[in-house]
């Protein structure tokens, strides 16, 4: 009896251990399974937010590359505009640097003329606003040119615009006006230089400024026209 007894109070034992080890098994298996949820739930929401962060990097990539491509395309067509007004531009110049001497001359004839009036009427102003006594007169009125012009058609020029204000301008301030002993470094026009001070009538200097002036107009009928049907 003492025996069956024992045995009865072992088993029992052992029953309610196994019992409760079947209990810790399912907690923990449930605990598992929750925390395996869990992290199944995180790692989806990090491969969305992936996902989304990928597409997000990716149109912004394909937004400053489309940008990139019509900034691009912009500046090639402003350069291509550009090239084409600076050809335009160049031509002319081109065309007046190929004038026949005669032709030349006479441009150079008119473009000292009219530096020579103003040099004349800044020297007038300055007699009324200071005095006869303080104004400045320079000794010589000096015609500049380059070398090639120079030798061609200075001596020409100088005398065509001594007989041209002939009338215009005192026989002593005309004779004043000499031509310059050295030659200059400028593609074609002249420079009156008056003591110290140099009125810059040279072409490339001319030309940039009809540029300021007529480049919108040169763009237009360059680019603009519309053709009649």
């Given at each position: 009896?003492?025996?069956?007894?024992?045995?009865?109070?072992?088993?029992?034992?052992?029953?309610?251990?196994?019992?409760?080890?079947?209990?810790?098994?399912?907690?923990a298996q449930a605990e598992c399974d929750r925390i395996s949820a869990d992290y199944a739930a995180r790692a989806e929401e990090i491969r969305t937010r992936l996902s989304e962060e990928?597409?997000?990097v990716g149109m912004d990539h394909v937004s400053r590359t489309k940008s990139a491509v019509a900034t691009n395309k912009r500046n090639l067509l402003l350069q291509?505009?550009?090239?084409?007004?600076?050809?335009?531009?160049?031509?002319?110049?081109?065309?007046?640097?190929?004038?026949?001497?005669?032709q030349y001359t006479e441009l150079l004839i008119g473009l000292l003329s009219a530096a020579m009036m103003e040099q004349l009427e800044a020297?007038?102003?300055?007699?009324?606003?200071?005095g006869e006594e303080d104004a400045m007169e320079p000794e010589k009125y000096e015609v500049?040119?380059?070398?090639?012009?120079?030798?061609?058609?200075?001596?020409?020029?100088?005398?065509?615009?001594?007989?041209?204000?002939?009338?215009?301008?005192s026989a002593e301030k005309l004779?004043?006006?000499?031509?310059?002993?050295?030659?200059?470094?400028?593609?074609?026009?002249?420079?009156?230089r008056c003591g110290d001070?140099?009125?810059?009538?040279?072409?490339s200097l001319l030309f940039a400024q009809l540029?300021?002036?007529?480049?919108?107009d040169v763009s237009h009928a360059l680019f603009d026209v519309k053709t009649s049907n």
């Open positions: 009896m003492a025996i069956n007894g024992l045995e009865k109070i072992t088993d029992k034992i052992l029953a309610e251990a196994q019992a409760r080890a079947d209990r810790i098994l399912a907690d990928a597409e997000r291509t505009r550009s090239e084409l007004i600076d050809g335009v531009f160049d031509e002319a110049l081109t065309g007046v640097l190929r004038l026949s001497t005669e020297e007038h102003t300055s007699r009324t606003l200071y500049l040119l380059n070398q090639r012009d120079r030798d061609r058609c200075g001596r020409a020029v100088v005398e065509g615009v001594q007989k041209k204000l002939g009338g215009k301008v004779a004043k006006l000499t031509l310059g002993g050295k030659a200059v470094a400028i593609d074609g026009g002249l420079i009156l001070i140099e009125a810059n009538c040279s072409l540029r300021e002036e007529l480049e919108a």
